[in-house]
């Protein structure tokens, strides 16, 4: 089993849709939660961080983290054709290199 | 400014063959990473460095060496390639203090085919 599990989708969506992502995990010990977006053809980019539990809001961007249930989420609100790509939840516990999930691949129709 | 920077885009090999990608950096990072990345697996760590000369390996070493002799390169060679191998490779860098620590950058990915 996986440390980080991320469903692969495609998850498609009309334009201003509100969109949930999601990754489970096993590893108690991950205290750094993150959220990576990558375009077709590109490298990963960060798009959020949060450290242990609780809500982090960054313009129409949610990451939510529950510690208790070994849940992450995030959520775009009124989602743009832009908005387009695959989104790739990552942690760390400590010092330690990043474990990625397997990535969620969205699409917005405009 | 360029950031990371891969070479090269593409390539093709044969069975057995050998090669080297070169990553290149200009962030004065100090941490450098390998990844590949295929279908439904994700990125997955095979070597990385926390300083000029020093490597040590991640997820998946096996088949691969990497090489840190100055701060800005870290290289990855392949010495015989197999199929196993074809993937796209991603070269990350980061500082190791505060959000720098979490936020990798990555280049734009070389893509491998063994044939």
């Known amino acids: 089993q996986k440390e980080v599990e991320q469903d692969p989708g495609p998850l498609s969506v009309p334009e201003g849709a509100i969109v949930s992502l999601n990754c489970t995990y096993s590893?108690?010990?991950?205290?750094?939660f993150m959220w990576y977006r990558q375009y077709s053809r590109k490298g990963p980019e960060l798009l959020m961080y949060?450290?242990?539990?609780g809500n982090k809001e960054d313009g129409r961007f949610t990451a939510q983290v529950d510690k208790s249930s070994k849940y992450i989420s995030l959520f775009i609100r009124d989602s743009q054709p832009s908005d387009s790509a695959t989104y790739l939840c990552?942690?760390?516990?400590?010092?330690?290199?990043?474990?990625f999930g397997s990535g969620t691949r969205l699409q917005v129709q405009p | 400014n360029a950031g990371v920077t891969q070479t090269p885009k593409f390539r093709v090999l044969k069975t057995g063959q050998s090669m080297t990608l070169l990553c290149a950096q200009d962030?004065?990072?100090?941490?450098m990473y390998w990844y590949r990345q295929d279908p439904g697996m994700g990125l997955r760590l095979i070597h990385y460095?926390?300083?000029?000369?020093?490597?040590a390996k991640g997820e998946v070493p096996d088949g691969y060496n990497v090489s840190r002799l100055k701060k800005q390169n870290f290289l990855l060679g392949l010495e015989s390639a197999a199929p196993s191998q074809t993937s796209v490779y991603f070269c990350?860098?980061?500082?190791?203090?505060?959000?720098?620590?979490?936020?990798?950058?990555f280049g734009p990915g070389t893509r491998l085919t063994v044939l």
């Open positions: 990552a942690m760390r516990a400590g010092r330690r290199a990043l474990t």
């Open positions: 990350a860098s980061s500082s190791p203090s505060g959000r720098s620590y979490n936020e990798q950058f």
């Open positions: 962030m004065n990072h100090e941490y």
């Open positions: 590893n108690s010990a991950f205290q750094y």
């Open positions: 460095s926390v300083g000029e000369g020093t490597t």
């Open positions: 949060t450290y242990s539990s």
